[in-house]
C-alpha cells in the first residue's frame, strides 16, 4: 500500500480505554491516524480523577506514539481541546460529536467500539468501522481463582496471596511470582474492560485512586495512588450458596422469622458470612411467596432470579428508598448499611411497613445496635429493629431480641428513676443482656450484670450478730431488696444517728435494707424445756412453719420459725439462748406471739 493510498483513521475514546485500537493496526500498517484532541482532553480528566479508563488510555496512547517513533504509522493531532462545560457533559456524547467532527473535517474513518457512536456516525455520513471486544490482556483475574478460593489479593512488588476455604476456616496461599505495576494495570484494565461490555457485570464506582467492579459474580476493588501506596486488586467470589436448612436453625428461631421478625440485622466481622446468611434468608422470604429485592453496593448478592436487586439510583441510596418506598416490597435486603444516608433508608422503608434484613459490620452483636444509636430516635429502634443475628465462622453464633418497656434500669433502686428503656435479650433463654436508656442528655447501653447467687443464711447470720440486741424479723422481697421488720421503739437504735448503723449493715452484706415498723398479736406463754446444749420452746403444731416473736415477759427477744413439730429450739451458747436461759432462771414469763 503507497502512501497516497492509505487509509487515515481516527479513533474514539471507546477504542482507546479498552486497548482495541492499537491491535486494530497491527493488521492495517502502515497507516495515517489522526487523534482528536477531544479525546486527549477527555483521558486526561479520567486519569487526573483517577479512574481506571483514564490511566488504560494513557497506556494505549503511549502504544500509538511507540509505533509511530517505529515508523508502523503516521501520527497526528486534530481539533481543539474542549471546553470545561464539554469535558462535563462528556457523557452526553459532548466529546463524540467532536471526535465525529474531526472525522468529517479530515475525511477520516471513525473507528469505535461504540454501537451509538457508530449509530450517529452512519447517519451523518461519516465513514465508520466498528470492533467487536476482544480480548488482548494475556491474564485475567479468575486464573488466581481455583474452586474453594474466597478472595484474591494482588499487589505490586508482592506475590499474590489468596485465600482458600470457606468463611471461619481458611489458609493463605501465595503465588509464585513477584507481580510488577505493569502486569497489574493490564489485569485491572481487562476487569473494567469486560464490565464495560458485558450486561451481567458493572463498574459499580469509579473516582480518583479507587474502581468498584461486578465483574459476573466477582466483586472487585481496584485502588491506586495516592488512594493505596501501589496499584492493588482485592477480588471477592461467593463459593458457596447455602438455604436455611444448612444452618440447622432450631424451631423456635424459624418461627420468628416465620412469624414475627420484620427489623433484622445480621452483623458480623468481614468475611464471616453474613451475605452467605442473608442470601438464605432472602431465598426463604421468596419461598414463601414474599415479594424480595434488594440494595447493593454493589450489586454482589447471589440470588434468585425472581428476587430484584437495585443499587443506589444517581449514586444516592436514598433515591433508591423512594423507588422501594413506592414498589412497596415485603422484605428488602440492605446490603451493606455503613453511613448516615444508609441509617436513615433503612429506618424509613422499615417504619413504612417493608421487612428489612439489614447487613452490618460489628465486632459483637450488641455492636450492630448501637451503630443506629444517635443516629435515629431511641424510642424508634424497638420498631425498626426487633432481631439481631450474628454470624461468625459462616455459623449463627449469638441471636438477640429487642422489646421496649418502662422501668427502673437494673442497678438502681429508686421508683421515681424509672423510665422508657429498651431490653436487648438473648432470644434463646431470654435473659436480659443490655439496658438502653436515657440518663441525663447520654443514651447508655448498659450491661446487665448477672446477680450472684447471695449466701442468704451469711446475710441472715451477720445481721443477727450485730442487732442481737434488738428484737427484728428479716425477709427479702421479689426485688432482691431485704426488709428489716423492728418494733417501733428500736428503730431510732437501728438506724443510728445520722443513719450509720444501717449504713454500715448495708455495706457488710452488699445489698440494700429497707426497716419497717414490725407488728405484734396478743402474746402467749409458751413452755420451756431446758438441756445443757439447747432450749425448746413448745409452741404448738398449729403454729409450724409459722414466724412468731419470742419476749420475755413484754420485751421483744428475738424472732424465730416454728419446726414442723410445733418447737422453737434455740442454743444454749448463743445470745438469744444465754438471755433466755436466764430470765427463765429468773422466773420470768416467756411469751410468743405470731407475726
Not at 183 to 199: G, H, P, Q, T
Not at 339 to 358: K, N
Request: glycine fraction near 8%.
Amino acid at each position: 500500500m503507497t502512501k497516497e493510498t492509505q487509509e487515515t483513521y481516527i479513533p474514539d475514546t471507546s477504542v482507546i480505554v479498552d486497548g482495541r485500537f492499537c491491535q486494530f493496526l497491527k493488521e492495517k500498517t502502515p497507516a495515517d491516524v489522526v487523534v482528536p484532541e477531544s479525546l486527549i482532553s477527555e483521558i486526561e480528566h479520567q486519569a487526573n480523577e483517577g479512574r481506571s479508563i483514564g490511566f488504560t488510555g494513557l497506556e494505549e496512547l503511549k502504544r500509538l506514539r511507540k509505533m509511530s517513533d517505529d515508523g508502523k504509522i503516521s501520527l497526528n493531532f486534530t481539533g481543539k481541546r474542549p471546553t470545561e462545560w464539554q469535558i462535563k457533559r462528556a457523557k452526553s456524547g459532548e466529546i463524540d460529536e467532536l471526535i465525529r467532527q474531526s472525522a468529517l473535517e479530515t475525511s477520516s474513518i471513525l473507528v469505535t467500539g461504540d454501537f451509538i457512536q457508530k449509530s450517529i456516525a452512519e447517519i451523518k455520513g461519516i465513514r465508520v468501522l466498528y470492533l467487536e471486544p476482544i480480548q488482548i490482556f494475556s491474564r485475567q483475574i479468575e486464573t488466581f481463582f481455583t474452586d474453594d478460593t474466597m478472595s484474591v489479593h494482588l499487589k505490586e512488588g508482592t506475590k499474590p496471596r489468596m485465600k482458600v476455604g470457606r468463611p471461619g476456616v481458611w489458609n493463605l496461599e501465595y503465588g509464585t511470582a513477584v507481580l510488577d505495576r505493569d502486569e497489574l494495570n493490564s489485569i485491572a484494565n481487562d476487569i473494567v474492560e469486560r464490565a464495560r461490555n458485558d450486561n451481567r457485570s458493572l463498574i459499580d464506582m469509579d473516582v480518583r485512586g479507587a474502581t468498584v467492579v461486578q465483574l459476573k459474580n466477582i466483586r472487585i476493588i481496584i485502588t491506586r495512588p495516592p488512594v493505596s501506596d501501589g496499584v492493588e486488586i482485592t477480588a471477592v467470589r461467593p463459593i458457596t450458596k447455602l438455604s436455611l436448612e444448612d444452618y440447622q436453625i432450631g424451631e423456635s428461631l424459624m418461627k420468628r422469622f416465620k412469624d414475627r421478625a420484620e427489623g433484622i440485622l445480621v452483623s458480623g466481622k468481614p468475611g464471616a458470612g453474613k451475605s452467605t446468611f442473608v442470601q438464605a434468608l432472602a431465598e426463604y422470604y421468596n419461598s414463601l411467596g414474599k415479594v424480595v429485592k434488594t440494595i447493593e453496593k454493589p450489586r454482589d448478592l447471589q440470588v434468585s432470579q425472581e428476587i430484584t436487586q437495585l443499587t443506589p439510583l444517581e449514586g444516592s441510596i436514598e433515591k433508591t428508598g423512594d423507588i422501594l418506598l413506592l414498589e412497596r416490597p415485603d422484605y428488602t435486603v440492605f446490603d451493606e448499611i455503613r453511613v448516615s444516608g444508609d441509617f436513615s433508608t433503612y429506618s424509613d422503608l422499615r417504619l413504612a411497613g417493608v421487612g428489612m434484613l439489614g447487613v452490618i459490620h460489628a465486632s459483637r452483636a450488641i455492636d450492630a445496635m448501637q451503630r443506629f444509636v444517635g443516629k435515629i430516635e431511641l424510642g424508634l429502634i424497638p420498631q425498626i429493629i426487633d432481631t439481631i443475628i450474628y454470624i461468625e465462622n459462616g455459623g449463627i453464633k449469638d441471636v438477640l431480641d429487642l422489646s421496649y418497656s418502662v422501668k427502673i434500669p437494673s442497678g438502681m433502686s429508686e421508683e421515681d428513676l424509672a423510665r422508657p428503656i429498651i431490653e436487648i435479650k438473648d432470644f434463646f433463654t431470654s435473659v436480659v443482656l443490655y439496658e438502653i436508656y436515657t440518663f441525663g442528655e447520654q443514651v447508655v447501653v448498659v450491661p446487665v450484670k448477672k446477680r450472684q447467687k447471695r449466701d442468704m443464711k451469711a446475710v441472715v447470720n451477720h445481721i443477727e450478730n450485730e442487732l442481737y440486741d434488738v428484737p427484728h424479723k428479716i425477709d427479702v422481697d421479689d426485688s432482691g431488696r431485704l426488709k428489716l421488720y423492728v418494733p417501733e421503739q428500736y428503730m431510732g437504735e437501728v438506724i443510728g444517728k445520722g443513719g450509720g448503723r444501717v449504713k454500715g449493715l448495708e455495706q457488710d452484706i452488699g445489698m440494700p435494707i429497707d426497716i419497717e415498723e414490725m407488728n405484734f398479736k396478743a402474746s402467749q406463754s409458751v413452755g420451756a424445756e431446758v438441756t445443757a446444749n439447747k432450749i425448746n420452746l413448745h409452741v404448738g403444731s398449729e403454729f409450724k412453719d409459722k414466724e412468731v416473736e419470742v419476749l420475755v415477759e413484754d420485751s421483744p427477744l428475738f424472732i424465730a420459725r416454728v419446726s414442723k413439730n410445733g418447737i422453737i429450739q434455740v442454743k444454749a451458747k448463743s445470745v438469744q439462748g444465754r438471755a433466755l436461759r436466764k430470765a427463765i432462771s429468773q422466773g420470768q414469763k416467756v411469751r410468743y406471739s405470731i407475726i
